[in-house]
Nanobody
Framework: QVQLVESGGGLVQAGGSLTLSCAAS????????INWYQQAPGKQRVWVAT???????NYADSVKGRFTISRDNAKNMVYLQMNSLKPEDTAVYYC?????????WGQGTQVTVSS
């Protein structure tokens, strides 16, 4: 069992920045990659970024160059630094990991970017 808890969302003006956090607990030794997803109102959840245990990262084209994913293994934390935010980044952001074929999701944190 793994628990993921997101925090750090809020309201920000376009061009601004936010940092989201994902706290992992439970069987964290089983965690390899941690992902961030976003779900805009009325749309499907889409992948945003991934970081592996070793620190390799990958980003969706829509956020590349603006978002940075990082992790602190000692604190069991993963972060998503979001810069140059756009109104289209408005969404609920979820932390996710896949362990032995089972998907673990956090409860999500709302990010709203005003124009």
């Amino acid at each position: 069992q793994v628990q993921l808890v997101e925090s750090g969302g809020g309201l920000v003006q376009a061009g601004g920045s936010l940092t989201l956090s994902c706290a992992a607990s439970g069987s964290i030794f089983s965690i390899n990659a941690i992902n961030w997803y976003q779900q805009a109102p009325g749309k499907q959840r889409v992948w945003v970024a991934t970081i592996t245990r070793g620190g390799s990262t990958n980003y969706a084209d829509s956020v590349k160059g603006r978002f940075t994913i990082s992790r602190d293994n000692a604190k069991n934390m993963v972060y998503l630094q979001m810069n140059s935010l756009k109104p289209e980044d408005t969404a609920v952001y979820y932390c996710h990991t896949l362990i032995r074929g089972f998907n673990y999701w956090g409860q999500g944190t709302q990010v709203t970017v005003s124009s």
